[in-house]
């Protein structure tokens, strides 16, 4: 028979495995705030919590560390999902296939045509012949050596290679890594901060600490933050902030990790 309670144990096992991932970057840090000396590597069920999610302390002082993720592509008003953008990229993909000239060049053989992204984006919303049009200027631009003629909305580059068989038309969605939108930070931090007197109440800290986790399918990276020209907003909102430090950190692949405050 299912056992519903281990499932739930199981979750939440998962859950706090997974923010130990984001923390653990910060570990070396807290083992010099602290004088302690914890693992990152190593999960330890000994430090979980909720609101806020760890607490590492000594004899003398505790420090909690909250985790939130930032997924700009599932915030509402704000940008696609990643599934909505990969099914539209997946129809200009399919639709360029069929292009008069890429056809008349591949009669013998095929092509691999792997498309970059532009970055930042057009807020022009392209359509998929649009895009398929910035498309066939880049492979004219390939085939003749010469310079693109059309100005790009959506398309960063194409990379072209030839193809053993039929043609091949894909995104590169493994190298992306673009900067993290500002606002999207921000957010985050209010979304914790209206939780902060939470966090004082339930476990008294003498600090409490913010980890903004990057999921890797966002493809965003921690050390290059777009301002959008707020970088004093920024800091102003940033040193009127209840967390003692606010820093960014991929989910659980690499070491880098941002101190923003």
Same mark, same amino acid.
């Given at each position: 028979m299912?056992?519903?309670n281990n499932s739930k144990e199981e979750q939440l096992q998962y859950k706090k495995k997974k923010e130990w991932n984001a923390i653990k970057n910060?570990?070396?840090l807290i083992n010099e705030c602290l004088q302690l000396s914890i693992d990152p590597e190593s999960y330890d069920d000994k430090y979980s919590r909720e609101s806020p999610d760890f607490v590492f302390s000594n004899n003398d002082k505790s420090i909690g560390i909250e985790v939130v993720e930032c997924c700009p592509s599932v915030m509402k008003c704000k940008k696609k999902n990643d599934?909505?953008?990969?099914?539209?990229?997946?129809?200009i993909c399919d639709e360029f296939k069929k292009n008069k000239f890429l056809l008349s060049?591949?009669?013998?053989?095929?092509?691999?045509?792997l498309i970059d992204r532009k970055y930042p984006m057009a807020n022009k919303r392209s359509s998929v012949q649009e895009i398929c049009n910035e498309l066939e200027d880049l492979l004219k631009s390939?085939?003749?050596?010469?310079?693109?003629?059309?100005?790009?909305?959506?398309? $960063? &580059?194409?990379r072209v290679s030839k193809s053993p068989c039929c043609n091949v038309v894909y995104f590169n969605s493994i190298s992306r890594c673009i900067p993290v939108n500002w606002d999207d930070i921000k957010f985050c931090i209010e979304k914790k901060e209206k939780k902060y007197k939470d966090y004082c109440k339930n476990i008294e800290c003498d600090e409490y600490w913010l980890c903004i986790c990057l999921p890797f399918k966002e493809s965003i990276h921690p050390s290059s933050i777009d301002y959008n020209g707020k970088e004093n907003e920024a800091k102003?909102?940033?040193?009127?902030?209840?967390?003692?430090?606010?820093?960014?950190?991929?989910?659980?692949? $690499? &070491?880098?990790?941002?101190?923003?405050?």
């Open positions: 299912f056992d519903q910060c570990i070396p599934a909505e953008r990969e099914n539209f990229e997946r129809k060049i591949t009669k013998n053989e095929g092509l691999n045509i390939w085939y003749h050596n010469t310079m693109p003629l059309r100005e790009r909305n959506y398309i $960063g &580059r194409i102003d909102f940033l040193s009127k902030s209840p967390f003692s430090r606010i820093f960014l950190t991929p989910d659980s692949h $690499g &070491r880098e990790i941002n101190w923003i405050k």
